[in-house]
């Protein structure tokens, strides 16, 4: 059946795992432009508080750096719950497209300077927080949206893993919605693991100059699908309406020729009676 629940959960679970490969691939090469994470906050937050504790373990930034990371992280979010709240299912694609147009300025930018040093540059390295906030928007769309999971986040999804199996021990047999469960969280997972290592095979290969040239449209592509995962539903219950309708069109009009070959029959039994009688 076209609204079956199951190609709905395959949908979900394609996208999860696709924002998945490209948080992992955008980290790695975050992590070699900047000393930075862009997807993965937990981990500028351990950053912020060791050189708040000790400045001198990072050289490159303070903690200043990390705390502006932090809350254009929270900003990207904080957006998206605007937007969403404005234009309902629309949301994560209106948010993210300034972000993603400011990202392609800045990758546009690096091309031109062509240096591989421009990543040392102390005003060059901030240009990493005015990439946190898209992902700040994927990951509020991903939690928060039809999908309901994390795909810049492993720890959750191993936690799930973990939980369901643990059931399986005592054999406790899962539900489907179970089964669904830990079918997405091993494909974020694996998601993850594969988009960081295609980055760290990127960054060994290619110039990091170009490597996330392509993030901020594949973004907004996974974003903008992601917000049409809303409305398939009513478009499918439009078209099983008219499927309905046509049906009953095509019922009542059999039901119309059946009584007219009974009105025709009727009638020529009639005419051949009085022929009868004639």
Known sequence: MVSSEAWRFQKHAWIATLFAIISGYADVV????YQAFASILTGNVIWLARVTVHPASNDKHSGWFYAALCGSFALGAFLHRI??????????????????????????VYLIVDSDRV?????????????????GVISAACSTGRMGTHTTMVTGHVLTISGLLGNLVFLRQLREPEIQKLIMSTMVIAGTIGGACLGGWMVMTVSLHVLLFPVPIITYVLLWLHDHLCRPRSLIKKVQKRMRENARDLESMSVESVSDSLEDDEISSVEEDSEVQC
Do not use: K
Not at 30 to 33: D, G, Q
Not at 83 to 108: D, H, K, Q
Not at 123 to 135: A, C, D, I, Q, T
């Open 30 to 33: 975050s992590l070699a432009r």
């Open 119 to 135: 990543f040392d540059e102390p005003y060059l390295r901030w240009s990493v927080v005015l990439v946190s906030p898209m992902f």
């Open 83 to 108: 937007c969403e709240l404005y234009w309902p299912n629309r949301g994560g694609s209106l948010a993210v497209l300034p972000f993603a147009m400011l990202m392609l300025m800045m990758e546009t």
